[in-house]
């Protein structure tokens, strides 16, 4: 019966599941396994009591939290975080740029004589809110949006992590925008965005001189 739980690859290992299953169990593994079951409910309950603490903290907010969770990749987890890092009043932060400053997802200018020093990196801000932006923005790189697109274009071009700042940035100022007015909501731009508003000649340019470098002569006409 236990070995019937098994899925995907291990159902081809039925008979040594069941031949594994067949063992001893005695008074004394049935005590410690009480013991560890008992500390498994415990933990259990502890997270309800928890939970539950959370959500009565957190209910004044639930109107810019359900607004929050409309973005890609924000989840209502990380609604809280983030309201609980920059909080609601946006007067602090002139505009989205201040706050993208104050939270460390701006490049960083460090010159000196004429000359540009360092890695352009952002610096070191918020770690609480840097890290749940930064599984937002990851989130948002795989769902079929305008942040995501965002994400997929810039990790190709420049990777990874150049990508989960800029998302993460995108985020910040989506934010700032929906808190400093509560009248406003999300609006997806659509991942084509980046397609519809490019130059047809430039586009038209760039299909030639690909084809081109995979060896054909392109004459184009009018449909």
């Known amino acids: 019966m236990l070995a019937q739980y098994a899925r995907r690859r291990l159902r081809a290992k039925l008979a040594e599941?069941?031949?594994?299953?067949?063992?001893?169990?005695?008074?004394?593994?049935?005590?410690?396994?009480?013991?560890?079951?008992g500390r498994i409910d415990a933990i259990n309950t502890d997270?309800?009591?928890?939970?539950?603490?959370?959500?009565?903290?957190?209910a004044p907010y639930a109107e810019a939290i359900a607004r929050?969770?409309?973005?890609p990749g924000i989840s209502p987890i990380a609604a809280h975080v983030i309201i609980a890092e920059i909080g609601l009043d946006m007067t602090r932060f002139?505009?989205?740029?201040h706050l993208?400053?104050?939270?460390?997802f701006a490049p960083g200018v460090k010159e000196s004589a004429g000359k540009k020093k360092g890695r352009g990196t952002t610096g070191h801000g918020n770690s609480y809110l840097a890290r749940v932006l930064?599984?937002?923005?990851?989130?948002?790189g795989k769902t079929d949006t305008f942040l995501g697109e965002r994400y997929r274009r810039i990790g190709h071009r420049r990777g990874k992590k150049k990508a989960l700042v800029a998302v993460g940035r995108s985020l910040l100022v989506v934010i700032w925008h929906l808190l400093s007015t509560p009248d406003t909501r999300f609006h997806d731009l659509g991942s084509d965005y980046y397609?519809?508003?490019?130059?047809?000649?430039?586009r038209k340019r760039n299909h030639i001189r690909q084809l081109e470098a995979l060896g054909f002569t392109v004459t184009l006409a009018p449909a």
């Not at 929050?68 to 973005?71: P, Q, V």
């Not at 002139?94 to 740029?97: F, G, Q, V």
């Not at 397609?195 to 430039?202: A, C, F, L, V």
């Open 134 to 140: 930064g599984n937002c923005a990851t989130a948002a």
């Open 100 to 104: 993208a400053s104050w939270a460390k």
């Open 47 to 58: 997270i309800a009591a928890i939970d539950a603490r959370i959500g009565a903290e957190v």
């Open 195 to 202: 397609d519809t508003r490019i130059d047809p000649d430039r």
């Open 68 to 71: 929050l969770s409309e973005i």
């Open 94 to 97: 002139p505009t989205a740029a």
């Open 17 to 37: 599941l069941e031949e594994a299953f067949t063992g001893h169990f005695t008074d004394h593994h049935a005590f410690l396994l009480a013991k560890m079951l």
